[in-house]
């Protein structure tokens, strides 16, 4: 469906949902800008049951879907998302460890860093890159989160997704993910459930202390506060950090939101600022790259409920 859903569709998705649904939340607690606007409705789903009901109300009513994970990769416009926004409660980030087959099965909620730490202290060697990234497993794979020369298709093996219009969930091959550079095949109405991950088995001291390095790496490269991690995926052959910086974006600022001085590809905003300060700069910036060197970036960042997304993946 495009645009925004009429009263009724809203009513209706509403009425279905019952308690299930908060109306006019704030998704900024749940981003790590810690700004934006309201979802129309906000479900925090506890378990498949749930997902069942909000795919019926889906269907019935045809409004629009957001999946927010740990918000550590979104920016929702100030006007806010106008559909049924969904987020994994915590009955979805428990993590299994089959320690003879060196496998993972962690919950879509579970949360990177527990899972690198978690993994590291089983024995078990291939996620401590990903004790820096603050997302959950769903929006890794969603994102091919990655870092410190591995990513999340280095272990998947399996995914099982519910689909909010068709039902489910169902188990999705690696194949069918079709993981690229920070992309994958999971649409805005797939909500990724669990995951499978094949590790090696490691050494417990040699992962801590890689998690350790990887910890004191990101905390002299990267800012803390809120911001959404890089702006801008890396084009081909160059850093887009390294091309903002160059042109010397570093603290340039539009309203509440500011590249930030520690690393050109990273985004600060204000406390209390405002999600369309951030989309604003996003655009200034991506403007001046292209018009000084001619690399349009691609934004990483998923923008949400602005008129143009321009330059998104
Ligand atoms: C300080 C910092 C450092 C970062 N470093 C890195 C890095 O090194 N490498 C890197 O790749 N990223 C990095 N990021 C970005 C971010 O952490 C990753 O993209 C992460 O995978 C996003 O996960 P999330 O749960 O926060 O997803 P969200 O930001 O909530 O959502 C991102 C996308 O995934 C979708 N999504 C979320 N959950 C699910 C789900 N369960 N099922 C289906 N779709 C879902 C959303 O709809 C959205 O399209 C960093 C961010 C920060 C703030």
Same mark, same amino acid.
């Given at each position: 469906?495009?645009?925004?859903?009429?009263?009724?569709?809203?009513?209706?998705?509403?009425?279905?949902?019952?308690?299930?649904?908060?109306?006019?939340?704030?998704?900024?607690?749940?981003?790590?800008?810690?700004?934006?606007?309201?979802?129309?409705?906000?479900?925090?789903?506890?378990?498949?049951?749930?997902?069942?009901?909000?795919?019926?109300?889906?269907?019935?009513?045809?409004?629009?879907?957001?999946?927010?994970?740990?918000?550590?990769?979104?920016?929702?416009?100030?006007?806010?998302?106008?559909?049924?926004?969904?987020?994994?409660?915590?009955?979805?980030?428990?993590?299994?460890?089959?320690?003879?087959?060196?496998?993972?099965?962690?919950?879509?909620?579970?949360?990177?860093?527990?899972?690198?730490?978690?993994?590291?202290?089983?024995?078990?060697?291939?996620?401590?890159?990903?004790?820096? =990234?603050?997302?959950?497993?769903? &929006?890794?794979? /969603?994102? #091919?989160? !990655?870092?410190?020369?591995?990513?999340?298709? $280095?272990? +998947?093996?399996?995914?099982?997704?519910?689909?909010?219009?068709?039902?489910?969930?169902?188990?999705?091959? =690696?194949?069918?993910?079709?993981? &690229?550079?920070? /992309?994958? #095949?999971? !649409?805005?109405?797939?909500?990724?459930?669990? $995951?499978? +991950?094949?590790?090696?088995?490691?050494?417990?001291?040699?992962?801590?202390?890689?998690?350790?390095?990887? =910890?004191?790496?990101?905390?002299?490269?990267?800012?803390?506060?809120?911001?959404?991690?890089?702006?801008?995926?890396?084009?081909?052959?160059?850093?887009?950090?390294?091309?903002?910086?160059?042109?010397?974006?570093?603290?340039?600022?539009?309203?509440?939101?500011?590249?930030?001085?520690?690393?050109?590809?990273?985004?600060?905003?204000?406390?209390?600022?405002?999600?369309?300060?951030?989309?604003?700069?996003?655009?200034?910036?991506?403007?001046?790259?292209?018009?000084?060197?001619?690399?349009?970036?691609?934004?990483?960042?998923?923008?949400?409920?602005?008129?143009?997304?321009?330059?998104?993946?």
């Amino acid at each position: 469906m495009t645009g925004p859903p009429s009263t009724s569709a809203l009513d209706l998705a509403a009425d279905m949902l019952g308690p299930l649904a908060s109306p006019n939340a704030s998704l900024a607690p749940f981003c790590t800008y810690r700004v934006g606007g309201p979802a129309r409705l906000l479900v925090e789903a506890r378990s498949v049951g749930d997902l069942d009901l909000v795919h019926r109300a889906v269907t019935a009513s045809g409004c629009q879907t957001l999946v927010v994970g740990k918000g550590s990769n979104l920016l929702v416009a100030d006007a806010g998302f106008p559909g049924i926004a969904v987020h994994l409660g915590p009955g979805f980030e428990q993590i299994d460890i089959d320690h003879g087959r060196s496998l993972v099965t962690a919950g879509g909620a579970a949360l990177l860093p527990v899972v690198a730490r978690r993994t590291a202290a089983a024995g078990l060697t291939g996620f401590e890159w990903a004790v820096g =990234v603050p997302g959950s497993i769903g &929006g890794a794979v /969603r994102m #091919n989160a !990655g870092g410190h020369g591995s990513d999340m298709a $280095a272990a +998947l093996t399996r995914v099982s997704v519910f689909d909010l219009v068709e039902g489910g969930p169902v188990d999705w091959t =690696v194949d069918q993910l079709g993981l &690229g550079y920070r /992309r994958s #095949n999971i !649409g805005p109405g797939h909500i990724v459930v669990s $995951a499978d +991950l094949a590790l090696e088995p490691g050494d417990t001291e040699r992962s801590n202390a890689e998690i350790a390095e990887i =910890v004191r790496w990101r905390r002299s490269h990267q800012p803390g506060g809120q911001n959404a991690g890089s702006v801008f995926a890396n084009p081909p052959g160059d850093s887009a950090g390294r091309l903002i910086d160059s042109l010397g974006l570093k603290g340039f600022r539009i309203g509440t939101a500011e590249v930030s001085t520690k690393h050109a590809n990273f985004v600060q905003a204000d406390p209390d600022g405002s999600a369309d300060d951030i989309h604003a700069l996003i655009r200034e910036v991506r403007l001046r790259v292209a018009a000084a060197s001619g690399i349009e970036l691609s934004v990483e960042n998923r923008l949400i409920g602005f008129e143009t997304e321009e330059g998104t993946q």
